[in-house]
Structure formats: structure tokens, C-alpha cells
């Protein structure tokens, strides 16, 4: 069976955009991952569709070790299928498409002349980035002529200041920074990491004046789950039914948003939103951030302790469980309250997240999502039980629930490689968090088994521990004794199955 190549542009009745390929680039995109091929290069394939996105796109990695895909997609003339699959409106769906948008895929580490080209290009506008949140952040980099950069915000201030050159600073030849890492403000922190580079290689104040002025980095949100290449039997059942093999399949699930903190305005430059897509252009990200660290991600975080201490190993056999209904109510009874926003909106965007949750094409792991869940409890739940708290409010039961969970999830000890818990019903499970704060949680549990101290004591000291919870939480009245309550409540229940 042949691999996925232009040919199969007729089969699918796509001939119409093999224009793409001969476009001049207009986007730079660095970020060859499934991400942003099942989210940003999508939606500018919707767009062009509609005639409404002219330009090509030309893709590269942001690590030497992304190469081998950078290689798979020119072996397929730059072509890939993307499969969107899931629930939507209460509906199964499967759409299919070959997404051609890439008019290059290069490696910058053998080909840096080539990203310098493309750095000081007249139609070269955009500039989309997917690298993680530490690719993001500023590293101290030497600054050699002719050899590659390494760190992403160290190549985007080398790029941009050979395009001050070529263009003699000309103010509209500025580039459009559309970063798309899971990092608050993540426009503002990729600006701060290129100043920085400049300062530190001592680049002319005239550029660095040009790069406050005429560039714009925007601070985005983006929502999507995107699983990739699918299981083998699945990839090998779709190869049968559509005639060709892809190695760079991506499965993505139907949901998506992208929020935009500028004017929409700026839609002409990038025309998605006039596309019809869910794509929002907005003065505040805030809300849009808020609804879904306290919403989306802090569902996770509630369920995902709770969920390995019963035995359960994914989101969707959680939400089938019992225990389903309980993060259902609480997101709708006592998170959403908590925030300031319409809770009719608010309600409506729950809806799309439960839904999101039962899509039975993703089996996304508890024990995953519980990596970090202390950090992650600080942002996504605390701030719910500060909320009632500093209102002298009664904290309710539900996230106080989520709260106990995660306090009995790491009542664990240390192996020596590692440090692990014990289920309800006595199977081990492995912790994955900061050191120091294991050390700390370990510490406290460890001490109350050998001094045989109520468990109201322990969760006291355990709320004490300013280091891990960022302040003193046993100074709200009665939370230890409530949650003792409910950790003994849950190990009883669970002792009577």
C-alpha cells in the first residue's frame, strides 16, 4: 500500500488546494508535533477552503530531535490526515481530511541558511510556536555567526534581528507572534526571553526599540485534546478503508478554542474567526484562562486522586462511576459560583467539558493527570476554597471532597527510586511530584504512623506546611476535622465492598 502523497488529493476531492504548496510562506511555524497539525495548521486548511487564508506555511522543529518527523513529512509531500473524532452535541462523530498547508518542512540545525532566508522574506508575516512551556523560557546562549541557536526565543531574537537588517528597520515589516505553549502570558514571556537575548549580545538599542514597536507578541489560549496516531489496529483498519498508509496520521477530538488577547482587527492577518472557526479575538484572556484552570483543569484535578484511590484508571470510567455525578455537581454548585462570570456562561462551558470528557475515543489516564497535582491543586482548586474561606463561608462539601482525596493520595512512602501510595483496596501506585514537597507530605504521614496520632492531628500538620500550600491552612476553622471525616468515611466505604 502506497504512502499518503499527492495523488490522493483527487480521492478526497481536495486538487483545489495543492495551490498551498506554491503560495510564498507567510507563516513560520516552529513546532512539528501533533499539537498544533490537529489545531493551528487545521484551521488555516478550513480557512484556505473558504478562499480566505492565501500563503503557505513552512514548518521546522524546535529540537534537533524532531527531525525524524520533519523527514516524514517531506517523504509524503508534506501532506498528512488529520481525523476528528468524538462527541459533539450529544452525537458520535468521524470527519476526515488531508491537510495541505506546508509549502516547506526543513531542519534548522542542517539548514540554518534556510531559516535566515525565510527570517528576512518580504511575505514572511506569522510566526506560530509550539515548543512546550520550557522551550518558552529564557536560557543564557552564546551567540555564534553561522551556527545554529538552539533555544526558541534565543532563534526568534537572532531571526528577527537579521530582519531589522535586511528591512532597515522598516516599522511594517514586523512580525506577528502567535505562541501557542500552555504558558500564562505566554506572548508576554516569549517578548521578555528575546529582549533578554538581545541585551545579552549586546544587539543595537535601534532593534531593540524595533522589537518593542513593530513586532507583536500575542498572549493565546489554546484548548484541544489531540491524541495523535492512533492504536495499530485502528491506523491499520483506516489504511484498508482509505487506500494509503500515513505515519503521520493525527486523531483529534471535536472541541477546540483558541483565544487571542488582541483587536479583530487582526483577523485579516490571520482570517479564522471570518472563517467561522472558535477562534476569539478578545481585550482579556483572563476569563477565558480562569473558566478553564478552575473549570477543566480543576475537574481533573479533583477526580484524579479520588479516582486512583478507587481503582479507576480514566477520565471516562470516572465520569461513569458514581463519583461522576459528584464532580459534576461541584463544578456547577460550587466552582462555578466561586467565580465572576455569568454563571449561564459559565454552565454552558461545563456542559462542553463533561461532554469532553465521555468521548470514548480518548483514554486519557488518571494516573497522568495526577503528575504534579500539588502544584497543580495551588491554581486549580485552592483558589475555589479561598474563596469561600475569606468569605467566612462554610468551605462546601464537594471540593472539600477533592481536597481529601488529594491529602490521602500522598499518604505515601519512599523506595529509594521513588515514592508510592496504597489504593483503598491495598494496590501500590507510583507519585510523580516535586521532590522536596513528596519529601514533606512523606514526612508527616511517616511521623503520624510511628507517634499513632489521630488523623485529625496529621492533616493539622499537614496544612501547615507553608512550602507546599503557599500558606498556613490550618488556620481556617474546623478543615481538619472535616476532612479526617471524610478520609475515614472513604476508607470505611471502601472496606465494606
Request: proline content about 4%; aromatic content about 10%; charged content about 30%.
Amino acid at each position: 500500500m502506497n504512502k499518503l502523497n499527492r495523488a490522493h488529493w483527487s480521492a478526497d476531492n481536495k486538487a483545489g488546494l495543492a495551490t498551498a504548496q506554491a503560495e510564498p510562506v507567510r507563516v513560520l511555524q516552529i513546532g512539528e508535533g501533533n499539537f498544533l497539525r490537529g489545531f493551528f495548521d487545521w484551521m488555516v486548511h478550513e480557512s484556505r477552503k473558504q478562499g480566505k487564508f492565501t500563503g503557505s506555511i513552512a514548518v521546522t522543529q524546535p529540537r534537533p530531535a524532531g527531525k525524524p518527523k520533519i523527514d516524514a513529512l517531506n517523504g509524503q509531500d508534506r501532506l498528512y490526515t488529520l481525523v476528528v473524532r468524538g462527541i459533539e452535541k450529544g452525537e458520535r462523530v468521524e470527519r476526515r481530511d488531508i491537510v495541505s498547508v506546508f509549502s516547506e518542512a526543513f531542519d534548522p540545525y542542517t539548514e540554518w541558511d534556510r531559516m535566515i532566508g525565510l527570517a528576512v522574506s518580504p511575505e514572511l508575516r506569522i510566526v506560530v510556536s509550539n515548543t512546550t512551556e520550557a522551550g518558552i523560557a529564557y536560557r543564557e546562549e552564546a551567540l555564534t555567526e553561522g551556527k545554529p541557536i538552539a533555544s526558541f526565543p534565543g532563534k526568534i531574537a537572532y531571526l528577527l534581528y537579521r530582519r531589522y537588517l535586511a528591512f532597515d528597520g522598516a516599522a511594517e515589516r514586523g512580525l506577528l507572534f502567535f505562541p501557542c505553549e500552555l504558558l500564562e502570558r505566554n506572548g508576554d514571556k516569549l517578548r521578555e526571553a528575546v529582549l533578554r537575548h538581545a541585551e545579552d549580545w549586546k544587539l543595537p538599542e535601534g532593534f531593540r526599540g524595533w522589537v518593542k514597536l513593530h513586532n507583536r507578541f500575542l498572549n493565546t489560549l489554546v484548548d484541544r485534546i489531540v491524541t495523535g496516531y492512533p492504536d495499530e489496529a485502528q491506523a491499520e483498519a483506516w489504511f484498508a478503508e482509505w487506500g494509503y498508509r500515513d505515519e503521520l496520521l493525527c486523531v483529534a477530538e471535536p472541541y477546540y478554542l483558541w483565544a487571542i488577547e488582541g483587536e479583530p482587527e487582526l483577523d485579516h492577518e490571520l482570517p479564522l474567526a471570518s472563517a467561522g472557526l472558535n477562534v476569539l479575538w478578545t481585550k482579556d484572556l483572563a476569563p477565558y484562562q480562569q473558566r478553564k484552570v478552575r473549570l477543566l483543569n480543576g475537574a481533573h484535578t479533583w477526580m484524579a486522586p479520588l479516582g486512583i484511590l478507587s481503582g479507576i484508571e480514566h477520565v471516562r470510567e470516572f465520569m461513569e462511576s458514581e463519583l461522576g455525578e459528584r464532580v459534576r455537581t461541584t463544578a456547577r454548585e460550587e466552582i462555578i459560583p466561586s467565580l465572576p462570570y455569568a454563571q449561564e456562561e459559565m454552565n454552558a462551558y461545563a456542559d462542553t467539558v463533561f461532554e469532553r470528557y465521555l468521548n470514548p475515543f480518548v483514554r486519557h489516564k488518571l494516573a497522568d493527570i495526577a503528575m504534579n497535582s500539588l502544584s497543580k491543586f495551588k491554581t486549580r482548586l485552592l483558589p475555589t476554597l479561598e474563596h469561600y474561606a475569606a468569605g467566612a463561608k462554610r468551605i462546601p462539601d464537594g471540593v472539600l471532597l477533592g481536597f481529601a482525596g488529594l491529602l490521602r493520595y500522598y499518604r505515601v512512602k519512599s523506595d529509594g527510586e521513588g515514592y508510592h501510595g496504597v489504593t483503598f483496596d491495598g494496590r501500590r501506585y507510583t507519585v510523580r511530584d516535586d521532590a522536596d514537597s513528596l519529601a514533606a507530605m512523606a514526612q508527616a504521614w511517616g511521623e503520624a504512623e510511628l507517634g499513632e496520632e489521630a488523623l485529625e492531628q496529621t492533616l493539622s500538620r499537614l496544612l501547615k506546611l507553608e512550602a507546599v500550600w503557599g500558606r498556613d491552612l490550618s488556620e481556617w476553622p474546623d478543615l481538619s476535622a472535616r476532612l479526617a471525616a471524610i478520609i475515614e468515611s472513604l476508607s470505611t466505604k471502601e472496606a465494606q465492598r
